[in-house]
């Protein structure tokens, strides 16, 4: 599991929109199409554990922008790490499935089919999940970048964090609030957990720990109330994007990530 991180030290975050907190206030002024939270996970826990953050997480990552600028003269979210840092976190991998497209694409054939699984049957036409399919592809991705990190930075302590709870742990829903059809919400839970467990698989083969930030989160998925909930939907009002963690969520995230440093 690895020591304990110690004060002080360098916490380098590498991660998507569910690491970078667009639209959660406030927004760091120089994050720019990346939209960094100032309450982002990665800020939590370096004021929490007194580290420098050097945080370049940014809205809409795969892991194709580890290697690769993700915007016209941007940098590689891997040319972050080094300098010897105690602590790289990693949230990735929900853009490589294209999550947010599939709820949203759920979303409009609920509304327009609110029984029966039309979501899972559009994903598994012909007999073959894309959504499967995506994960397995992915995993070896996650491999490749957590290689990448133990060589440029072997002293540091590599943390992967999981996805929160997005959609009810249980039962059909809430539709019309959250129109998903009664049948697609399971599966919808199905590719969740699917992407989670990839992420911890991929974490214990290649040197890191997995944080875990489903169990804890469940209770609080789209179709709860305000005050309760820790995902967005397209809410009035929603002070995260739509889809998306709140501050709630990011405050969880955090304590999740300092529980596993304290061991």
Not at 36 to 57: C, G
Not at 138 to 165: K, M
């Amino acid at each position: 599991m690895g020591a304990p991180l110690p004060p002080g030290g360098a916490y380098i975050a590498l991660g998507d929109s569910y690491t970078s907190g667009p639209l959660i206030p406030n927004l760091i002024p120089d994050s720019g199409p990346c939209e960094r939270s100032d309450h982002d996970y990665p800020a939590l826990v370096a004021w929490t554990r007194k580290v420098r953050l050097h945080d370049v997480s940014c809205g809409g990552a795969s892991t194709d922008h580890m290697w690769a600028p993700q915007f016209p003269g941007g940098p590689r979210q891997l040319d972050a790490v080094g300098g010897n840092p105690s602590l790289v976190t990693l949230g990735i991998g929900a853009n490589d499935i294209g999550l947010v497209g599939i709820a949203s694409t759920c979303s409009g054939l609920g509304l327009v089919h609110p029984f029966g699984q039309p979501c899972k049957d559009y994903y598994t036409a012909g007999g073959v999940d894309q959504n499967a399919r995506a994960i397995s592809t992915a995993a070896l991705r996650v491999a490749d970048v957590l290689t990448i990190i133990h060589r440029h930075a072997p002293g540091a302590r590599v943390l992967v964090i999981g996805y929160p709870d997005i959609f009810p742990e249980s039962g059909p829903g809430c539709w019309p609030l959250v129109p998903l059809a009664a049948d697609d919400v399971p599966y919808l839970r199905s590719v969740e957990h699917a992407l989670n467990a990839m992420l911890a698989t991929q974490a214990a083969a290649n040197g890191a720990t997995f944080v875990d930030t489903y169990t804890s989160s469940i209770g609080h998925d789209v179709c709860t109330g305000i005050g309760t909930r820790w995902i967005e939907w397209l809410f009035v009002g929603s002070s995260a994007a739509p889809i998306h963690p709140n501050a709630l969520a990011m405050q969880n995230d955090a304590l999740q990530i300092l529980a596993v440093l304290a061991r």
